[in-house]
Structures are given as structure tokens and as C-alpha cells.
């Protein structure tokens, strides 16, 4: 009879604590730490912690270090699971446990219960390896089938990033790679907060933070903060890593506006989530992902659909996409709103001449093809 997964995290203090570093399309994403259940499974635990250390050397029948280090997660399934751990042929037709190619199922102890759980993979009963999963949902029909050896304590943010990657055939079309991976000792540092240099303290993703999501000045106070290592970014031009403090901050804004019904404390959020859109959109702009700039100008309308600046921006975007005609109906809304705004004018004659300037393209074409 298989039991409720622990509500506590950990489970138990003394079982041995284990992290993945992941990377998503070559970016660094976060953190997960894990607790692996060796109170209740503890040849399973010990296949997956040492896999993470890397220190049982090279599989007897892979040939392959026998560690995850460099593995991709090779199969992603939207609310159910994403799945790792072959470390040897990386597609889901290898890896091998510390104990040989197989072995077998330890006990069934624990349910499928709950999002975040780290249960063994496998191709029938008694068939263990180094294949794993983490549950994205409650998978009840996966109970007594295999066998759950282990729990996220940090960085559910991070499975839920692979859990929304973009698939095909259940693949994930940018690689997603467990970059590092190790033990932790009691004491360390779980390392949840970024190590960029940037002076950035708070954990990447709110789940993952100690702050009151009910105390909207406190939520504010560490978007702000983050905010404003994004704009350090953006003045340094580091487009990309300014990117992604806005959208940090903005999950923090976004999980306190869940979190509290008072309709006037939501409405304080909105400033800061403002900004960190249409700084998204500016960065974007400079990176000339013009239907990404697009998407976020629209966000910003959404909010406030009377924000020059989103106009403004996304009238920009769109002469990056050529759609001359859609800059000038955004560019003359942001005029009626603004018709003291001498550069919303400056950008229309800008987008007149370069309406001129194509037509004469065209023209010359023309008369080459039919000279």
C-alpha cells in the first residue's frame, strides 16, 4: 500500500540533499535542489546521488561516466513530467545504474501525489537504471509502477521553465542540459540566488523566496530592486541579461498580485510591472526580435491601453517588420494621446520616408525586369 508523499520539505533532514544546474538553449536558467529519500528508498537514492557526483567512475555497460553531468532531458510532457538521465546514447534508449545495467524495484512506499516528485523511469517492472523523471502534476496512475525516491525542495521554477519548452514528438527543440550537478553538504549554499556578478541576492524565481507575497511594499521593493540591476544591464547593453532581471521581477509582481484580493494593492503592482514590460520591449527593439518587441508592447496595452511609449514602440517594431502601415496607425494613436510630443512626429515623417524610400525600390526593380 503506497503512502502520502511528506508534506515537509525536507522529509527528513538527514537524507542527502543533490542539485542540477540546467541550461535551456545554452542560457543558464536556475537551480533545483533536490532531497532524495534514502530513510525509504536507500538503494535508490544512492544510485541517483552518486550519478550526481559522478564519483562511481565509468558504467560497466554503457563504457560512459556514470554521472549526469552533460545529460539532456530528452522527453518533456506538458502537465506530467520531464525526463533525464540518459547519460549514454542522451535520447532514452540508454544510461545504467551504479549497480550495473539494471535493478530492481526497491518498494513502492510512496504515491505519485504531488507536482515535483523524483521517481524512476523505467521499461516494465524490476528494469531501474539512471532514467528519472519529476513530476510537473499529481500522476496517481503511475503508483506502485514506479518507484518515487525523492522530491524538489528548490527551483520548481526551473522544472516548470523545461516543463513549457517548445516540443516536437515530445522532444524539446532547444537542448535542455543538466550542466552540472553535485551533492550538498550540510551548510552549503543551496544556490537558488543568481551568481552573476550583478549584486542580484534574490532567488530566481518566487517559489523559491522567503518574502511575504502578502506584504505588497516588500514584493515591490525586491521588483524594484531587481528592475534596477536590469537596467545596469540595459545601460551596459547587455540586452539579454537586462531581459531577463525585467522578467524576474515581473514573476515576482505576478505571484503577490495572485496571492492578495485587495483590488487597490494589485493596482500598486502595476507602475513596476509596467515599466519592466515596456523595458523588455526597448531591449527586444535593440535586439530587432520585432515580433517579440510586439508581444510585449501588446502586454503593456493590456495594462494601459493609453501608454504612448507602447504605441510608440511598437510602431518601431513594426517598420522592423516592414509593416509600414501599422507604425503609422500606432504612431497616430500615440499622437492623439500625446500631440505635444515632438518625437512621435519626428518617428511619422521618419516612416513616411521610408514608405518613399521603398516605393523607389520597387520602382527600380521594375524597371530592371522589364527593361
Known amino acids: 500500500m503506497s503512502n502520502p508523499t511528506p508534506v515537509n520539505k525536507p522529509g527528513n533532514p538527514e537524507n542527502p540533499r543533490v542539485f542540477f544546474d540546467v541550461d535551456i538553449g545554452g542560457e543558464r536558467v536556475g537551480r533545483i535542489v533536490f532531497e532524495v529519500f534514502a530513510d525509504v528508498v536507500p538503494k535508490t537514492a ?7 557526483t559522478g564519483e562511481k567512475g565509468v558504467g560497466q555497460s554503457t563504457g560512459k561516466p556514470l554521472h549526469f553531468k552533460g545529460c539532456p532531458f530528452h522527453r518533456i510532457i506538458k502537465k506530467f513530467m520531464v525526463q533525464g538521465g540518459d547519460f549514454s546514447n542522451q535520447n532514452g534508449t ?51 509502477k514506479h518507484v518515487v525516491f525523492g522530491q524538489v525542495l528548490k527551483g520548481m521554477g526551473v522544472v516548470k521553465m523545461l516543463e513549457n519548452v517548445e516540443t516536437k514528438d515530445d522532444a524539446p527543440v532547444k537542448p ?9 553538504k550540510a551548510g552549503d549554499d543551496w544556490g537558488v540566488a543568481p551568481n552573476d556578478g550583478s549584486g542580484d541576492a534574490h532567488p530566481d524565481f518566487p517559489e523559491d523566496s522567503d518574502v511575504d507575497f502578502k506584504d505588497v511594499d516588500k514584493v515591490l521593493a525586491v521588483a524594484e530592486d531587481v528592475k ?8 551596459s547593453q547587455n540586452w539579454q541579461s537586462a531581459v531577463k532581471k525585467y522578467s524576474k521581477a515581473l514573476r515576482y509582481l505576478e505571484v503577490c498580485g495572485d496571492t492578495v484580493d485587495d483590488e487597490s494593492a494589485q493596482k500598486k ?10 523595458n523588455t520591449a526597448a531591449c527586444k527593439l535593440k535586439m530587432q526580435l520585432w515580433q517579440e518587441a510586439i508581444d510585449s508592447c501588446d502586454e503593456a496595452l493590456e495594462l494601459n491601453n493609453t501608454n504612448t511609449k507602447a504605441l510608440f514602440r511598437r510602431a518601431q517594431a513594426w517598420q522592423g517588420l516592414k509593416e509600414f502601415n501599422k507604425a503609422m496607425i500606432d504612431l497616430k494613436k500615440a499622437q492623439e494621446i500625446a500631440p505635444d510630443d515632438k518625437a512621435i512626429g519626428n518617428e511619422m515623417q521618419r516612416v513616411k520616408q521610408k514608405v518613399k524610400e521603398e516605393k523607389e525600390k520597387e520602382k527600380k526593380i521594375y524597371a530592371k525586369m522589364f527593361a
Not at 528494469?127 to 503511475?142: A, D, E, K
Not at 535542455?176 to 550538498?184: K, L, N, Q, R, S
Not at 534596477?228 to 545601460?235: A, D, L, M, T, Y
Open 46 to 52: 544512492e544510485n541517483f546521488r552518486a550519478l550526481c
Open 94 to 144: 540508454g544510461g545504467e545504474s551504479i549497480y550495473g545495467d539494471k535493478f530492481q524495484d526497491e518498494n513502492f512506499h510512496y504515491k505519485h501525489d504531488k507536482e515535483g516528485l523524483l521517481s524512476m523511469a523505467n521499461a516494465g517492472p524490476n528494469t531501474n537504471g539512471s532514467q528519472f523523471f519529476i513530476t510537473t502534476v499529481p500522476t496517481p496512475h503511475l503508483d506502485s
Open 176 to 184: 535542455c542540459i543538466i550542466a552540472d550537478c553535485g551533492e550538498h
Open 228 to 235: 534596477n540591476i536590469g537596467n545596469n544591464f540595459f545601460k
Open 269 to 278: 503592482l502595476e507602475p513596476t510591472a509596467l515599466s519592466c514590460i515596456l
